[in-house]
Structure formats: structure tokens, C-alpha cells
């Protein structure tokens, strides 16, 4: 039966393998959003725990386009409250040196990701959509996609996501500190 674990309290066993949603890697790896200190904290930690037990952290394409879509986003969100940058718009900013050195940014935590996780295809020809599509009715489609994904190559879900972890009806353990 699947189980929803406080992070806190989570002490991996040897054979398990683990998948990040997108919002914990926005929370370890973005720190610029100041957002809910104690959950970087929380996820960093859990994140440190695994290296150490040389514990499997697998990562899709998804998650990275996610994770970049993300952080620049955000980035802009951030810099345009600044009363100098209130008038410029997105395509403004992306001609800006702000937006390359975020794109800098952004490129170099990729790569800090790709090097404490490892990286899987995203098996789009093999997961069945139909049931994906189904359960857009209680979750994002890549929320949906990851649980599908989780459950076919038996991941344990580390994740802040409250839809996630409410309806979690398809026997998958989700690790988190949103409890």
C-alpha cells in the first residue's frame, strides 16, 4: 500500500530509488526565491542524505524543461518588482544582461543537478496516456506523468505537491515536508 512519509522521519532502505519532482529541485537549487526557508532546508538535508548512501536520484528531460522554465520565470518575476524594471516586459528582459546572466545561472544548476542524479528517458512511447489524461482531473498532466512514471519504474516521489500527495491512488510512497 502506498504511504505518504514526513521527511523528517524517512530513512531510505537499501533498494529503494528515488525520483524529485520539479518543485524540490526549485527548492534546494533556488535560493533566490527565499521562499520557505525551512523547506530548502528540509529538502537540502534529505538531498545530502541520499548522496551519502550512494542512493539512486533519477531525473527526465520533463523535469529539467521544468526546472528551467521554473527558475527563469521566477527570475523575472523577481527582477521586475524592482521599481527600475516595473516597465519591461519578457521579450525586454530576455534581451537583457540580467536575463543572460540568469541563463548562466540556470545553465550551471542544471548541471549541478545532472551530476547528483541520473538521468532517465521519459519512456513517453511506453506509459499509458489515457490513464495520465485521466488523472488531469486531480493533477497537473507532469504531476500525473511522474506518478505514472514512478509507480512503472518503481520510484519513491520526493515532492512538495499537495495534489500529489493527496490523491495518491496509484501505490506509490511520496516522501515530504509538506505535512
Same mark, same amino acid.
Given at each position: 500500500?502506498?504511504?505518504?512519509?514526513?521527511?523528517?522521519?524517512?530513512?531510505?532502505?537499501?533498494?529503494?530509488?528515488?525520483? #524529485?519532482?520539479?518543485?524540490?529541485?526549485?527548492? *534546494?537549487? #533556488?535560493?533566490?526565491?527565499?521562499?520557505?526557508?525551512? #523547506?530548502?532546508?528540509?529538502?537540502?538535508?534529505?538531498?545530502?542524505?541520499?548522496?551519502?548512501?550512494?542512493?539512486?536520484?533519477? *531525473?527526465?528531460?520533463?523535469?529539467?524543461?521544468?526546472?528551467?522554465?521554473?527558475?527563469?520565470?521566477?527570475?523575472?518575476?523577481?527582477?521586475?518588482?524592482?521599481?527600475?524594471?516595473?516597465?519591461?516586459?519578457?521579450?525586454?528582459?530576455?534581451?537583457?544582461?540580467?536575463?543572460?546572466?540568469?541563463?548562466?545561472?540556470?545553465?550551471?544548476?542544471?548541471?549541478?543537478?545532472?551530476?547528483?542524479?541520473?538521468?532517465?528517458?521519459?519512456?513517453?512511447?511506453?506509459?499509458?496516456?489515457?490513464?495520465?489524461?485521466?488523472?488531469?482531473?486531480?493533477?497537473? #498532466?507532469?504531476?500525473?506523468?511522474?506518478?505514472?512514471?514512478?509507480?512503472?519504474?518503481?520510484?519513491?516521489?520526493?515532492?512538495?505537491?499537495?495534489? *500529489? *500527495?493527496?490523491?495518491?491512488?496509484?501505490?506509490?510512497?511520496?516522501?515530504?515536508?509538506?505535512?
Amino acid at each position: 500500500m502506498a504511504s505518504v512519509y514526513n521527511i523528517d522521519k524517512y530513512n531510505p532502505t537499501q533498494l529503494e530509488n528515488f525520483f #524529485f519532482d520539479t518543485n524540490v529541485w526549485l527548492y *534546494i537549487f #533556488f535560493p533566490q526565491g527565499n521562499y520557505e526557508l525551512k #523547506f530548502q532546508k528540509k529538502y537540502t538535508l534529505f538531498l545530502d542524505k541520499l548522496k551519502k548512501l550512494n542512493k539512486s536520484i533519477f *531525473i527526465n528531460s520533463l523535469v529539467v524543461s521544468e526546472f528551467s522554465n521554473a527558475y527563469l520565470n521566477k527570475s523575472y518575476q523577481l527582477w521586475v518588482k524592482l521599481p527600475a524594471n516595473a516597465a519591461i516586459n519578457k521579450k525586454q528582459w530576455r534581451q537583457s544582461q540580467h536575463y543572460t546572466n540568469t541563463l548562466q545561472e540556470v545553465v550551471a544548476i542544471i548541471n549541478q543537478l545532472l551530476k547528483v542524479s541520473l538521468k532517465t528517458n521519459d519512456d513517453f512511447n511506453s506509459i499509458n496516456l489515457n490513464e495520465v489524461l485521466n488523472e488531469m482531473a486531480n493533477k497537473e #498532466f507532469n504531476d500525473s506523468y511522474y506518478v505514472l512514471l514512478g509507480v512503472d519504474r518503481n520510484y519513491k516521489i520526493v515532492t512538495h505537491d499537495a495534489y *500529489i *500527495i493527496s490523491d495518491n491512488n496509484h501505490n506509490i510512497d511520496v516522501i515530504t515536508a509538506n505535512i
